[in-house]
């Protein structure tokens, strides 16, 4: 094994971002390197706690504003990811920047989030390698496995117009928003780099040198157009760590021995921030049919029943994935990638109901594996949930490619390919030492 190596992994948004790094920073410390994770400062106690060097990196949530205005524009269903970008992360740069150099010192590497543009300036800086890593396949805009794009609507209906198609679409869609990227041309130049090659916003945060594609090949194929130097690595589990909420209390351990396995309900970690009618629903559904049920509500009162629940169905505010979804019959879902590559390993029947960002094009995937269905946010009422969920649990072919898929996923091991493949890049670096 190559000597060890100060790997600093950068990461910004929900628990759904962190987890995957959090996972390689784990299996980085193991084969005996220095992992130190940059992220907000809201996740600092949960770094350190699992053993893991932190690093605080901006900006952090009370950098944003009024919580309930960010939420509902950063997640609105086709404006949400560009309001993420300008107003969210961009603002902030020259702080991200200022934050990852200081955590770069003595590094050997550096792993990119999606949204930490900072990253190629820092390592071109120092002249240090950096490696992308996407968590989403909608990430790589492949000409040959389009995905479903909350930017350009209808797209799920232009999936199968081809790659010419699509490789004008995209080349659209990069020229209109190049202005997008004023702010990472203007900090290149106050810091004497040279203009970049490619669009940073698009093309910028694929690295030369390594890109870890954190998701199962099996969910997206590899294709050729993908950026060179990619490796499919399989999805990085995190199962949680020392902290004790993040074990399943015993209320809910209870509950599932207490009778066959419920439908488990959640939005995750950030989509439960806003739910709309989505708890409320779904148990006006559930007192329609005869199944059990779990709904992982988050702690906003809001979101729980008015009145007392019948005793087959159960909300807690929390619950570990890893543990729960295997005990279920199906998962209820918003499709962020976090969740949906849960649902996958656990090998159960999922309902999709995608509301933002790479959502709708995970729930895309999600069908055409033939493992769930989908049901969009306006369309997520009692009626229809009782009915799709009938269909979805009677649905044995559905079950059956579910179970399967979610015993190839379980032998992929994720977190250990993407550092076998950090290992064997940064033994050819010239960098390495």
Same mark, same amino acid.
């Given at each position: 094994?190559?000597? $060890? ?16 790094? !959090? ?21 600092? *106690? ?6 893991? $060097? ?13 919580? $309930? ?31 990852? !150099? ?30 992308? %890593? ?6 790589? !805009? ?25 490789? &004008? ?22 810091? *004497? ?21 954190? &998701?199962?090949?099996?969910? %997206? ?37 207490? *009778?066959?396995?419920?439908?488990? &309900? ?11 009618? &989505? ?19 988050g702690t906003d009162p809001r979101n729980q029943p008015p009145g007392p629940l019948p005793r087959r169905l159960l909300t807690v505010p929390y619950a570990p994935y890893g543990e729960l979804f295997p005990r279920a019959a199906a998962i209820v879902h918003q499709g962020g990638i976090g969740t949906t590559a849960q649902a996958l390993r656990a090998g159960r029947p999922q309902l999709v109901v995608p509301h933002a960002h790479d959502q709708p094009d995970n729930a895309a995937r999600v069908v055409r594996l ?15 949930? %009782? ?47």
């Amino acid at each position: 094994m190559p000597r $060890e190596k100060r790997i600093v992994l950068a990461t910004l948004g929900s628990l759904g971002d962190l987890h995957p790094f !959090l996972a390689l920073a784990r299996e980085l410390r193991a084969r005996g390197h220095s992992p130190v994770l940059a992220t907000s400062a809201i996740y600092r *106690g949960k770094i350190e706690a699992d053993g893991i $060097e932190f690093a605080p990196l901006r900006p952090d949530e009370p950098d944003f504003g009024d919580p $309930e205005v960010v939420f509902r524009r950063g997640n609105h269903p086709l404006w949400g990811t560009t309001y993420v970008v300008l107003r969210m992360i961009l603002p902030h740069l020259r702080a991200s920047y200022e934050d990852l !150099l200081a955590a770069s010192r003595d590094a050997d590497l550096l792993v990119s989030h999606t949204l930490t543009y900072a990253v190629p300036l820092v390592a071109e800086k120092r002249g240090l390698p950096w490696a992308g %890593a996407s968590l989403q396949p909608m990430v790589f !805009l492949s000409a040959f496995d389009p995905p479903v794009l909350p930017l350009v609507s209808r797209t799920a209906r232009l999936l199968g117009l081809g790659p010419g198609f699509h490789r &004008f679409l995209y080349s659209f869609i990069e020229k209109t928003t190049r202005s997008w990227s004023r702010p990472v041309r203007a900090l290149r130049r106050d810091l *004497g780099l040279r203009p970049a090659a490619v669009n940073p916003i698009f093309g910028g945060q694929h690295s030369p040198f390594l890109n870890l594609a954190l &998701f199962s090949p099996l969910f %997206a194929p590899p294709q050729p157009d993908w950026p060179p130097a990619t490796i499919a690595t399989g999805f990085p589990f995190y199962d949680g760590g020392s902290i004790g909420s993040e074990l399943m209390q015993p209320e809910l351990r209870a509950f599932l021995d207490s *009778g066959p396995p419920p439908v488990v &309900f959640t939005l995750g970690s950030t989509i439960v921030r806003m739910p709309g009618g &989505f708890f409320h629903e779904s148990i006006s559904a559930l007192r329609a049919m005869e199944a059990r049920a779990v709904f992982v509500t988050g702690t906003d009162p809001r979101n729980q029943p008015p009145g007392p629940l019948p005793r087959r169905l159960l909300t807690v505010p929390y619950a570990p994935y890893g543990e729960l979804f295997p005990r279920a019959a199906a998962i209820v879902h918003q499709g962020g990638i976090g969740t949906t590559a849960q649902a996958l390993r656990a090998g159960r029947p999922q309902l999709v109901v995608p509301h933002a960002h790479d959502q709708p094009d995970n729930a895309a995937r999600v069908v055409r594996l033939g493992v769930g269905r989908s049901l969009p946010p306006g369309r997520y009422a009692a009626g229809r949930i %009782a009915a799709t969920l009938r269909s979805l649990l009677d649905d044995k072919a559905c079950a059956l490619k579910a179970a399967a898929m979610g015993t190839a996923i379980r032998g992929e091991k994720g977190a250990l390919r993407a550092a076998e493949a950090i290992e064997r890049a940064l033994g050819t670096a010239k960098h390495s030492g």
